[in-house]
């Protein structure tokens, strides 16, 4: 017999056996996360508030992934933060006031002293520069 002919019988017997699928389980992976905003502790909470009321603004624009980024970090938190939109296109925009403080890259965080921190930055560097740590 040729190596086809001991497959197909092989093929065969196995199925006459009246062999059934196993009843174990596969595992399903778990789901990816969606993109939706971590909901804000308390934590996050009062830093978003203490950096806003120390004077910090954060300048960035709706089509800049590092803007979202630097929102999603926030979560729900981020209703507390002083946003200004740059561009135009955006929602509530104000790019005068990007143009007048030399915005040039996004995301920009402008505090009360006039220091400046470019990209995204993680809360607690934010916090920290606003005196809220």
């Not at 389980?25 to 009062?46: G, R």
């Not at 006031?97 to 995204?120: K, M, Q």
């Amino acid at each position: 017999m040729n190596f086809l002919g001991t497959i197909l019988v092989l093929f065969f017997l196995g199925i006459s056996s009246g062999a059934t699928p196993s009843s174990e389980t596969i595992p399903v992976a778990e789901p990816l996360p969606t993109t939706a905003p971590a909901p804000a502790d308390a934590t996050t909470a009062d830093l978003a508030m203490c950096i806003t009321d120390s004077g910090a603004k954060f300048y960035g624009a709706y089509w800049c992934p590092h803007c979202a980024d630097q929102k999603k970090l926030f979560g729900d938190a981020m209703q507390y933060i002083d946003y200004i939109e740059c561009d135009a296109g955006g929602e509530n925009a104000q790019p005068e006031l990007c143009t007048s403080n030399n915005i040039t890259s996004y995301p920009t965080w402008i505090f009360a002293d006039g220091e400046r921190l470019v990209g995204t930055q993680e809360i607690e560097v934010l916090a920290s520069q606003a005196g809220c740590l």
